[in-house]
């Protein structure tokens, strides 16, 4: 689909202005950077809101998806969500590192929490307008600039001393799901999306769930610049589609595979050990949140699904060079199509007040991008 009238991606600011794009410096080298090949799975918890990131992060999960409106499968969280959503995984990681002590960059913990903001207008189709894939631009270039102004907590850091970068406290990134009516990738919005997303990693969501043929789906994502899939195998959960995600995972080159549909802590090792994934998402909702009503997280089953993950550690040809391989969505090694890049900020980067202060500004001078 080609969306007439959608602007450009942003260009790079000049010099001696804010935060520069992703896209233009390289990435530091595997060596300085443990958080690249987690000795573990990785776990994602499914959250509506900045509680649910807090309480992730708190529980020793990699990651936690943002969404809005679970009861819909999950639409876009707001601007402001997003915001308060980083300030509270910054925080979580900047007591974890505390604790970890002074040389806490050389230890696993040291990942940055990755977030994952979902890009969706609506529930229901995949199957989006002209005007729906303007608004899914629209948002990710805001949310984009936002993960660019608060840069003291998105972008490695240098620190007086320290020969490499630091590495930030969150890693900001997006889930997305584009067909066109036809039940294919509608590659043209997807390409689109991609682009504006300024070299976060990009997550194909249980769209290639509902695709015609799952593989080729599969496959066609690889080459568009996607980094991870999340899929059940095409089946209503993942253990009925535990075959279909081990052939997927056995994939040379392909995007990372993430497990989903119905995955729970109870079942995290089974899904694990049956599928081969190195990557699982669930939602770990409190039992007194009735369906349709608000999702909150309850904090002790995210800490089960984490200790259940942990305990299986590496699984077997986890070195093997597959597409679902090296590491975690909160520090990965991208598939040989595309590379995260990542500028490197200066140790004196004013810190950004937090959201009720007067230096407040939020995104206000990016609406011109």
């Not at 000049?14 to 896209?23: D, E, F, Q, T, Y």
Request: net charge neutral; charged share 25%.
């Amino acid at each position: 689909m080609r969306l007439v009238g959608s602007p450009p991606p942003p260009s790079p600011p000049p010099k001696g202005g804010s935060a520069p794009s992703l896209r233009h410096l390289s990435s530091p080298a595997p060596e300085t950077t443990p958080w690249r090949d987690m000795p573990h799975v990785v776990v994602e918890i499914c959250t509506e809101d900045v509680e649910g990131v807090r309480l992730s992060a708190r529980a020793g999960a990699d990651r936690a998806e943002l969404c809005d409106n679970l009861g819909a499968e999950g639409t876009t969280p707001s601007i402001g969500t997003v915001e308060s959503a980083i300030f509270a995984a910054s925080e979580e990681v900047a007591q974890r590192r505390a604790l970890a002590g002074p040389h806490w960059a050389k230890q696993p913990d040291a990942a940055p929490f990755g977030l994952r903001i979902m890009i969706r207008p609506r529930g229901g189709s995949f199957v989006f307008s002209s005007d729906e894939g303007r608004a899914m631009v629209a948002d990710v270039r805001r949310m984009a600039a936002l993960a660019r102004e608060m840069s003291e907590y998105t972008r490695p850091q240098r620190v007086a001393g320290s020969v490499a970068p630091q590495p930030p406290a969150v890693e900001i990134g997006f889930v997305m799901g584009v067909l066109t009516s036809e039940h294919v990738i509608d590659r043209g919005l997807l390409r689109l999306l991609i682009d504006t997303a300024d070299g976060a990693p990009v997550t194909f969501n249980k769209a290639i769930d509902a695709t015609r043929d799952l593989v080729e789906a599969y496959g066609d994502l690889g080459g568009l610049g996607v980094d991870y899939v999340l899929t059940s195998g095409g089946s209503p959960t993942a253990l009925e589609g535990a075959e279909v995600l081990r052939g997927l995972v056995s994939t040379p080159g392909g995007p990372r595979v993430i497990a989903a549909g119905h995955v729970r802590p109870a079942n995290t090792a089974e899904v694990i050990e049956r599928t081969g994934v190195r990557e699982i998402h669930m939602r770990c909702s409190r039992d007194d949140c009735a369906p349709g009503a608000p999702q909150r997280t309850d904090e002790a089953k995210v800490r089960r699904a984490v200790e259940a993950a942990r305990s299986l550690g590496r699984p077997a040809g986890a070195d093997s060079g597959s597409g679902a391989d090296s590491g975690t969505g909160a520090g990965r090694t991208s598939p040989p199509h595309r590379s995260l890049r990542y500028p490197a900020e200066p140790s004196a980067t004013p810190q950004r007040a937090p959201p009720d202060s007067d230096q407040h500004q939020g995104i206000a001078r990016d609406r011109t991008r």
